[in-house]
């Protein structure tokens, strides 16, 4: 390793978990959305509804609304733990990032821009030298 790599990497001891860890947060992004997801569907659940039985219509039992307000509130709670574990796992991946800066700036320094490459000339099949079109 490079000695300016290693200066570099005994200034921020760090560094280095905070660069592998990106690799691991899109897979914690998923689950965060997935739980959002299931969140959402818990709490957009249908509202108990009365139905008519023999022409008489008979309300919703209390316990039934109670059931659905609990299925609400908890929704309410995987959508807003969900919405926190992405925003965490976001402000991982920009911390990553950043540490990553540093470490390319020092990788890559030294080293001039990259020299344009001249593309091959085609020619048509009788080699007379005139392009091919």
Do not use: C
């Not at 316990?63 to 926190?84: D, K, P, S, T």
């Not at 020092?106 to 009788?126: H, K, S, T």
């Amino acid at each position: 390793m490079e000695p300016d790599l290693q200066a570099l990497l005994a200034q921020y001891p760090d560094l280095l978990d905070k660069i592998l860890s990106l690799s691991t947060e899109e897979g914690k992004q998923g689950l965060a959305q997935q739980q959002m997801n299931r969140g959402e569907g818990w709490f957009n659940a249908q509202s108990p509804q009365g139905m008519r039985v023999g022409g008489t219509y008979v309300a919703a039992n209390p316990l039934e609304h109670i059931a659905n307000m609990a299925q609400r509130m908890y929704g309410a709670r995987q959508l807003q733990q969900g919405q926190g574990a992405v925003q965490q796992s976001l402000a991982t991946q920009l911390a990553g990032r950043k540490a990553m800066a540093p470490l390319l700036a020092a990788a890559l320094r030294g080293y001039g821009p990259a020299q344009p490459v001249q593309a091959p000339q085609m020619v048509d099949e009788n080699m007379t030298g005139a392009p091919f079109l």
